[in-house]
Nanobody, 123 residues
């Protein structure tokens, strides 16, 4: 059984930074691509970023390119999302998830999800 636990969310002013972490338990973490999604109230869950099993390849939503960086440490079974130059429209619950299909942007291809962490960006 795989469990994913996100942390690092909070309240930050526009222009600020946060780093989210997602700690995975269970075997096989380093064999899978991982992704981050976000969901704002009343909106669909949107793809944010994904990283390959080795960390050598990444994929980003256009809305976060140049501001967010996804990374992973397979020795610690952890994936990170560094978020810089935050905007009020980045406000959402952020989820990490395990991918069954590489760097796909489609949420249906992710089989395990964390409980989410709230990120609020004030203007």
């Amino acid at each position: 059984q795989v469990q994913l636990v996100e942390s690092g969310g909070g309240l930050v002013q526009a222009g600020g930074s946060l780093r989210l972490s997602c700690a995975a338990s269970g075997q096989g973490f380093s064999r899978y691509a991982m992704g981050w999604f976000r969901q704002a109230p009343g909106k669909e869950r949107d793809f944010v970023a994904a990283i390959s099993w080795s960390g050598g390849s990444t994929n980003y939503a256009d809305s976060v390119k140049g501001r967010f960086t996804i990374s992973r440490d397979n020795a610690k079974n952890t994936v990170y999302l560094q978020m810089n130059s935050l905007k009020p429209e980045d406000t959402a619950v952020y989820y990490c998830a395990r991918s069954r299909a590489g760097l796909t942007t489609h949420w249906g291809a992710y089989d395990y999800w964390g409980q989410g962490t709230q990120v609020t960006v004030s203007s």
